[in-house]
Nanobody
């Protein structure tokens, strides 16, 4: 069973930085799945933030390009996924989720936001004040 567990959220002022971490246990690499970060602000739909289409090849949402960096390390059946966020703005305030989602065969990982499909963590809150 793949179980993502996020950590590292918090409250920062505009322009600040945070690094989110996610431990994904029970993970076995497959071309059918991708790991990524997603977020959902109150009243908004869940959206893709950053994901690996294939290992070493990240994709970013336009809103975070140049400010956020996704990275990962792995050991046996555990992957640690990170999201380094800089120059945070109030519009980045949201619950951030780590997930293993379906990808490949024309499915872009950033578009796979359905919470009942794939393996999702419980989320970690990021709040940015102006």
């Amino acid at each position: 069973q793949v179980r993502p567990v996020e950590s590292g959220g918090g409250s920062v002022q505009s322009g600040g930085s945070l690094r989110l971490s996610c431990e994904v246990s029970g993970y076995t690499y497959s071309t059918r799945y991708c790991l990524g970060w997603f977020r959902q602000a109150p009243g908004n739909e869940r959206e893709g933030v950053a994901a690996f289409e294939v290992p070493g090849n990240p994709s970013y949402a336009d809103a975070v390009q140049g400010r956020f960096t996704i990275s990962q390390t792995s050991d046996k059946n555990t992957v640690w996924l990170y999201l380094h966020m800089t120059n945070l703005q109030p519009e980045d305030t949201a619950m951030y989720y780590c997930a293993r989602v379906f990808c490949g065969l024309g499915l872009h990982p950033l578009h796979q936001t359905a919470p009942d499909i794939g393996n999702w963590g419980q989320g970690t809150q990021v709040t940015v004040s102006s």
